[in-house]
T-cell receptor
Framework: GAGVSQSPRYKVAKRGQDVALRCDPI?????LFWYQQALGQGPEFLTY????????KSGLPSDRFFAERPEGSVSTLKIQRTQQEDSAVYLC??????????FGPGTRLTVL | QKEVEQDPGPLSVPEGAIVSLNCTYS??????FMWYRQYSRKGPELLMY????GNKEDGRFTAQVDKSSKYISLFIRDSQPSDSATYLC????????????FGKGTKLTVNP
């Protein structure tokens, strides 16, 4: 595709619901990153994949957060039992040549 | 103290002004320095990418890195209303294969 795409663009969940956020990276990009951006803040790292291997998940805030990339392409970030503090924009980025990370438009999650 | 500090502003300037944005950081391992531009409800878009110390110019944009002072800057010449956005500094130790650590972002408005 032309760029990184994410879906849904907006998600409203009731507290306690599970959500799944999807990222389609640029075709052929080996590296994939998830970031969380709270209102008025810079993005904060969540997790990193190289192909299908999750090499770094040190930024996941709790065991309610889980990410996968089973075939080394599309990735899903799942949040179980959502809490109000999970409300944020979730950004996905991909890269090919160990330099620029290209970002998607993000999924804005609101937990009521 | 956060690893990367950036004044969130807001910063308001008249069209045509020179804009100076900056970040300080504490981690000596950072070698790659980036400036991203983020429009409202969009993902970050890479503006400048610099390795180690020095200056880099691209059109109206100039990035400077001073590793001895742990200080990076972005200058925008002849600023335009279309430059109105949030500017995020980001850095990493290993380029695109490693997580980016972002500043908080500076919100810039260029008034016509």
């Amino acid at each position: 595709g032309a760029g990184v795409s994410q879906s849904p663009r907006y998600k409203v969940a009731k507290r306690g619901q599970d959500v799944a956020l999807r990222c389609d990276p640029i075709s052929g990009h080996v590296s994939l990153f998830w970031y969380q951006q709270a209102l008025g803040q810079g993005p904060e790292f969540l997790t990193y994949f190289q192909n299908e291997a999750q090499l770094d998940k040190s930024g996941l805030p709790s065991d309610r957060f889980f990410a996968e990339r089973p075939e080394g392409s599309v990735s899903t970030l799942k949040i179980q039992r959502t809490q109000q503090e999970d409300s944020a924009v979730y950004l996905c980025a991909s890269s090919l040549d160990l330099n620029e990370q290209f970002f998607g438009p993000g999924t804005r999650l609101t937990v009521l | 103290q956060k690893e990367v500090e950036q004044d969130p502003g807001p910063l308001s300037v008249p069209e045509g002004a020179i804009v100076s944005l900056n970040c300080t950081y504490s981690n000596s391992a950072f070698q790659y320095f980036m400036w991203y531009r983020q429009y409202s409800r969009k993902g970050p878009e890479l503006l400048m990418y610099t390795y180690s110390s020095g200056n880099k110019e691209d059109g109206r944009f100039t990035a400077q890195v001073d590793k001895s002072s742990k200080y990076i800057s972005l200058f925008i010449r002849d600023s335009q209303p279309s430059d109105s956005a949030t500017y995020l500094c980001a850095m990493s130790g290993q380029g695109g294969s490693e997580k980016l650590v972002f500043g908080k972002g500076t919100k810039l408005t260029v008034n016509p």
